[in-house]
């Protein structure tokens, strides 16, 4: 009965731990570009004029399209906010943060944004550059 438990303990615990967003959220925006270019088209063609640059913009607030749009990528459920960020191009950058998570899109980086598929820890801050334009970053620092 010990070994079952242990066993089945053991499992849960793989379970848990392949479910962190760094295992799955940079493979899902590899694979399914498509879906992630019409969660982009859909937050730069939505209102959110009332909001200011680098506010965090609840899901609340979220236009049902993005709502269901998110629903069919790794990130169900998971997206908190919405931050916009301006850069040195015409279209606006932005964030979608989760439990200290930050999946960033850039659609002009600059000479600092990480490669594609690169990793750096920076103490409390782990990043992983996914393509071009796509990073995520988790603030471990985070209470």
Avoid at 52 to 62: C, D, H, T
Avoid at 108 to 120: H, I
Wanted: hydrophobic residues 35%; glycine residues 2%; aromatic residues 14%.
């Amino acid at each position: 009965m010990k070994s079952k438990y242990s066993v089945f303990l053991i499992l849960i615990l793989l379970i848990i731990s392949c479910t962190k967003l760094e295992k799955t959220i940079p493979n899902d925006i590899i694979n399914n570009q498509e879906k992630y270019n019409q969660i982009i088209k859909t937050i730069e063609e939505s209102d959110f004029s009332r909001f200011s640059l680098n506010q965090f913009i609840s899901k609340e607030y979220f236009p049902s399209e993005l709502i269901d749009l998110l629903k069919t990528t790794k990130l169900e459920n998971k997206v908190e906010y919405l931050i916009f960020h301006k850069k040195n191009c015409e279209q606006k950058s932005f964030e979608l943060a989760s439990d200290g998570y930050y999946i960033v899109y850039n659609p002009c980086p600059e000479k600092d944004f990480p490669l594609p598929n690169s990793y750096l820890n920076e103490g409390i801050t782990e990043i992983w550059g996914i393509n071009k334009n796509w990073m995520m970053w988790k603030d471990n620092g985070r209470m």
